[in-house]
């Protein structure tokens, strides 16, 4: 067998055996701080890529008072502030929400622009 093809075979098969070799799947080696609502932390590994891991925050309509419009002060929300764009016709509402006791009801007739 040409020195080509086995080169071939063997990354297919080290492709199949250890797809996380090959294909450069994230690592998580460590993960420190206090795991709590509110709280920071650390994970620490490889393969995360050069622009690191995509982090997704979520935060909660907690700080606002039912049936007032989205607050867009600082510290409106628990991580910064509400933006304005999503404010207009908003309101603090406990229809559907989800992980609190409170959510965000929108009113798609009124116009944004």
Do not use: C, H, R
Request: charged share 10%; hydrophobic share 40%.
């Amino acid at each position: 067998m040409p020195k080509q093809n086995s080169k071939i075979i063997l990354s297919f098969i080290l492709a199949l055996a250890f797809p996380s070799l090959v294909w450069g799947a994230p690592s998580i080696a460590e993960v420190s701080g206090n795991i709590s609502d509110g709280e920071s932390i650390t994970i620490s590994g490889s393969g995360f890529g050069i622009n690191g891991p995509n982090v997704v925050l979520f935060d909660s309509f907690e700080k606002g008072n039912i049936g007032n419009n989205i607050s867009t002060v600082n510290n409106s929300a628990d991580i910064g502030n509400w933006d304005t764009l999503g404010a207009v016709g908003s309101t603090y509402t406990t229809e559907y929400a989800f992980g609190g006791q409170k959510a965000m009801k929108i009113d798609w007739s009124v116009s944004w622009g």
